[in-house]
């Protein structure tokens, strides 16, 4: 097991450059992914329910800066359709994931997880951005099992430029909701996007230490990646830090995910689409050989797909839900690896569950 506790240490692992000394990073993320989350995969279908956003964030293809995109909503029947056909190609979970768009109202989204309950039993995730305590508590009544948002950086200045509040939609304070969703009983997702323009190295070595201490169920990562109808992609130099310029590549986000391992092992990690993006041929090996055990397949049919358009040249975007399952199966296969089955809870939830029963006996 690498010593982690010095901030420098970690530090110098983010701008290691040595592929043999990068081995050894590598390996003790595998031994203890190995050893905290086995060598199952867990599958969660994406359902990319609405691209209509009210943000403004300066990296997100899908924000209100994108003009000239058709946007989408899905109606009940289309998710419920999704959440069937996750069923049937023996996934655990389903994750309903958009923009933040005031017409995925509570009751509606309520009334969709209900359905999926009802019908299918698949652990429900919700990834819909930032939402009222009385949305999230009435989500989690209807049978949410957990909540996906990332805090896309834990610098507060770097993220109030890529996340400006906008007019009649204040910015909430996402770590603060993080805790409000643990309290309300979700298992809580989160993350960052590495190579931010303004990010610095001690930013994701802040990012890291954020990680571990909210202690939490998933974290995603993935590089940042320029969309041309953003602000953060049209003006990258008012956002640069030229000495301490974090890259957006495939080995800075294999090295954060490994070092996530390491700090908070048994979180779910998933190897992320914007990382197979970035390598289409080994993005999604190299995530789950770097600590990953998650991938999420899209589920999204093919017509709302290409507009769900976080990015450009998105990895998945052209196969249909089967091609997608098909492939992702196969790549699992060929690392030696095995399909998870069931929900796939968060090992962590298991640990809590068990802590609690001890507790329980030595009371009664
Ligand atoms: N609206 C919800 C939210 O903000 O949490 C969920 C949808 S949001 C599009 C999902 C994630 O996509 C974001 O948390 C962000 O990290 C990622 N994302 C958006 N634009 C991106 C880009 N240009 N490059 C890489 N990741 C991006």
């Given amino acids: 097991m690498l010593d982690l506790r010095d901030d420098a240490v970690i530090r110098s692992w983010l701008t290691e450059r040595d592929p043999t000394r990068l081995e050894t ?27 209509i956003c009210r943000r ?25 359709d999704c959440a069937r056909r996750a069923k049937e190609l023996g996934f655990g979970t389903v994750v309903i994931q958009g923009g933040e768009d005031p017409g995925l109202t509570g009751p509606f989204i309520a009334d969709c997880i209900r359905a999926i309950k009802a019908e299918v039993n698949l652990a429900v995730t919700l990834s819909l951005g930032e939402r009222t305590d009385d949305e999230l508590a009435l989500w989690r009544e209807a049978g949410a099992d957990r909540y996906l948002m990332r805090f896309e950086t834990s610098n507060p200045v770097l993220y109030a430029k890529i996340h400006p509040a906008v007019a009649n939609c204040p910015s909430l304070d996402r770590i603060a909701m993080l ?26 070595v802040q990012d890291l230490r954020t990680f571990q201490s909210l202690d939490l169920d998933m974290i995603g990562i993935g590089p940042w990646l320029p969309h041309p109808a953003t602000p953060l992609a049209k003006d990258i130099e008012a956002f640069d830090t030229p000495d301490q310029q974090v890259v957006n590549d495939k080995l800075t986000t294999l090295k954060m995910v490994a070092l996530t391992r390491l700090l908070v ?3 779910n990690l998933p190897a992320t689409t914007a990382l197979a993006t970035i390598d289409k041929d080994q993005g999604r090996e190299l995530g789950l050989m770097s600590g990953g055990n998650v991938i999420m397949p899209n ?35 060929r690392i030696g690896r095995t399909v998870g089955v069931g929900p796939g809870q968060s090992p962590k939830q298991r640990r809590k569950a068990a802590q609690q029963s001890n507790a329980n006996r030595g009371a009664a």
């Fill in 299 to 333: 589920l999204t049919p093919p017509r709302y797909r290409v507009l769900y358009e976080l990015y450009p040249d998105k990895a998945c975007v052209n196969e249909t839900a089967e091609e997608c399952d098909v492939c992702l199966r196969g790549r699992i296969a």
């Fill in 25 to 51: 990073l590598w390996e003790a993320a595998d031994r203890v992914r190995a050893a905290q989350v086995g060598d199952e995969v867990h599958l969660r279908g994406l359902i990319e329910v609405s691209n």
């Fill in 265 to 267: 092992p048994d979180a």
């Fill in 56 to 80: 403004a964030c300066a990296y997100c293809g899908i924000s209100v800066h994108n003009k000239a995109i058709e946007r989408y909503r899905m109606n009940r029947e289309e998710i419920l």
């Fill in 179 to 204: 805790r409000r969703l643990e309290r309300l009983g979700y298992e809580v997702g989160s993350g960052v996007m590495v190579g931010i323009p303004g990010q610095t190295w001690d930013d994701l």
